[in-house]
Antibody, heavy 115, light 112 residues
């Protein structure tokens, strides 16, 4: 079955970067885009962007340009999202999902930014 | 960018009651290919969102038929005919017609 296994929780300091991973299984990795979504505590969902897992091409929500960088490693069927210049506003749960419109979701990764 | 507005933000229901949730888009979601890429998701507490409805009215795999979706253009509705305890959580509409995809603000369904 389709599974997206994300890396573990992150605690980071303001100004630093984190890179979270999303390992896909149960389907042909390069046949579907991977999208990334942000959910802040008690808040709704924000779409960060998506990556074409075959070509590496990306499309970002304007709000997250310069904040998020999406990459893939086809050899390991893994997608990555790097978040840079972290501030407390970046504290959230981050999900990866299969598809430009997210149909299958990972379990989410909590990122906490605190000094 | 497209903005999706969901109403009500919170809905209280008793078990067995029917409820409807509205999702209004700032732009038509009818794509040039003839499809309307409007989806509904349920996020139960402490879980990832799961797909309920795709292409406005098609039930996702394993989704009970008490869920139904309708609408066209800019106005869409999710109806639950006979709420069950497992239906409690936050419902989101999502559009995939325009880039980037966008989420509605969510509707929390709780027990009355």
């Amino acid at each position: 079955q389709v599974q997206l296994q994300q890396s573990g929780a992150e605690l980071a300091k303001p100004g630093s970067s984190v890179k979270i991973s999303c390992k896909a299984s149960g389907y042909t990795f390069t046949s579907y885009y991977i999208s990334w979504i942000k959910q802040t505590t008690g808040q709704g969902l924000e779409y960060i962007g998506y990556i074409n897992t075959g070509s590496g091409g990306t499309n970002y929500n304007e709000k997250f340009k310069g904040k998020a960088t999406l990459t893939v490693d086809k050899s390991s069927s893994t997608a990555f999202m790097q978040l840079s210049s972290l501030t407390p506003d970046d504290s959230a749960v981050y999900y990866c999902a299969r598809g430009r419109v997210p149909l299958y979701w990972g379990q989410g990764v909590m990122v906490t930014v605190s000094s | 960018d497209v903005v999706l507005t969901q109403t009500p933000p919170t809905s209280s229901a008793t078990i067995g009651q029917s409820v409807s949730i509205s999702c209004r888009s700032s732009q038509s979601l009818l794509d040039s290919d003839g499809n309307t890429y409007l989806y509904w998701y349920l996020q139960r507490p402490s879980q990832s969102p799961q797909l309920l409805i795709y292409l406005v009215s098609k039930l996702g795999s394993g989704v009970p038929n008490r869920f139904s979706g309708s609408g066209s253009g800019t106005d869409f509705t999710l109806k639950i005919s006979g709420v069950e305890a497992e239906d409690l959580g936050v419902y989101y509409c999502v559009q995939g017609t325009h880039d980037p995809p966008a989420f509605g603000g969510g509707t929390k369904l709780e027990l009355k």
